[in-house]
């Protein structure tokens, strides 16, 4: 996930729209790959890991591996993913858990379902929410550019970003708001 991408959900959870998960193994694998893919300091990293903490003090679930029993049909390697989930479930009755990531495939949705856990990829979730508040999600958006400048990257259409990001559906529902509007 770009850092673009994270810093989005990150905030869109700060605004309240929903409150984010992981678990021990997760942080242990976002700390390892995200120096190496972003081409940042390890300590700058774990900076960011210790403040994604303090910012979001329920999501970590710790270490998962006993919600790993019984699963079978969905990628081995991503079974901690799964875990994380239904421990939230475990220690958020009622509440609805969705696992969001690009890797739809590695996770088979029936299994999933019959855990009570869905699954979305970060441009369906950020289309939902964009139907559910607009408003707030074009506030967020209009970060984007000071977070590309941040990173070392040019200012950009946000369009030309949401489609680098693989964001279309989002890319669609703003610009057919725009069209509407005009």
């Known amino acids: 996930m770009s850092t ?18 992981w678990a021990d193994y997760i942080g242990q694998e976002w700390r390892r790959n995200a120096s190496r893919v972003w081409e940042v300091s390890e300590e700058d990293i774990t900076t960011q890991w210790q403040d994604m903490q303090l910012a979001f003090p329920r999501a ?3 270490i998962v591996t006993e ?13 901690h993913v799964i875990a994380a989930g239904r421990a939230a479930l475990a ?9 969001l990531t690009r890797n739809l495939r590695d996770f088979n949705r029936s299994e999933l379902r019959q855990l009570g856990l869905s699954l ?5 979730f950020l289309a939902k929410c964009y139907e ?5 999600l074009m506030q967020l ?8 400048i941040t990173i070392g990257r040019p200012r950009e259409p946000l369009e030309t970003v949401l489609r680098r990001e693989r964001l279309f ?3 669609n529902l703003i610009a057919q708001d725009e069209n509407a509007a005009a």
């Open 4 to 21: 673009i991408l994270k810093n989005l959900l990150l905030r869109l959870a700060q605004s309240g729209m929903f409150e984010p998960v």
């Open 91 to 99: 220690r958020y009755p009622g509440q609805s858990v969705c696992i």
């Open 120 to 124: 979305s990829d970060p441009d369906a």
């Open 132 to 136: 559910l508040n607009a408003d707030l």
């Open 67 to 79: 919600f790993e029993k019984g699963l079978n049909k969905s990628d081995p390697k991503d079974w």
């Open 169 to 171: 559906r989002l890319n």
């Open 60 to 62: 970590d679930m710790g």
């Open 141 to 148: 958006l209009a970060m984007i550019p000071d977070d590309a």
